[in-house]
């Protein structure tokens, strides 16, 4: 659900403005203020792209190194995952809890259903990114080219999820989200 895009700076202005698309565009600078207790406040300057926050400039010891951004579900989107607790806790079967899922975001994690009737079930619900090129998230992507963007999210009603599977029995940890069909 998140994914590093490799900035190329333009060279006009590397600090200002970086490449997309082969066209130079100007960083997004939000200026931010942190209240530390007993201590000076910290000021520092978040630069972002589209693809997101500029990780690289966090930590000083980057200072220098290749320009990171950040895009992540998180951030990239907005997220009812507070609104989908209280409906989850609201639930009184199993299609009201799966239906709790439909404005939440992330993390994209496994949450598993049981009710006094015996019934069982599992949800795997969140933002998951369709990435255009290579669909795997484990590599740094291109942020210059356009060719690697998300392109959208996996529909809601096509995530995985079960009810009273075959086997009488749920497994999450470390468990494939899904059947070898999906």
């Known amino acids: 659900t998140e994914d590093l895009f490799l900035e190329t700076p333009d060279k006009v202005d590397p600090a200002g403005h970086y490449l997309y698309q082969g ?36 930590d000083k010891r980057l200072a220098g190194g290749p320009v990171l951004a950040l895009r992540w579900t998180t ?28 404005g939440y ?3 994209s994690q496994n949450f598993i259903y049981a009710d006094t009737a015996g019934h069982i079930g599992y949800v795997l619900p969140g933002l998951i990114p369709i ?4 669909q795997h998230g484990d590599r740094v992507r291109d942020g210059a080219s356009g ?13 995985p999820w079960r009810l009273d599977p075959a086997g009488g029995q749920i497994a ?3 468990n494939e989200a899904g059947d070898a069909q999906y």
């Open 75 to 102: 951030t990239a989107e907005p997220d009812l995952a507070l609104e989908t607790f209280f409906k989850i806790d609201n639930a009184t079967n199993f299609a009201e809890f799966k239906a709790a899922f439909d």
């Open 147 to 159: 060719a690697t963007e998300w392109t959208g999210y996996v529909p809601r009603d096509q995530l």
């Open 131 to 134: 990435r255009a090129g290579d």
């Open 23 to 58: 066209k130079s565009a100007a960083y997004q600078i939000r200026h931010e203020t942190i209240k530390v207790a007993g201590a000076p406040d910290v000021k520092l300057d978040v630069r972002s792209t589209v693809h997101g926050v500029v990780l690289s400039d966090v």
């Open 105 to 107: 975001g992330s993390p």
């Open 172 to 174: 999450s940890a470390h």
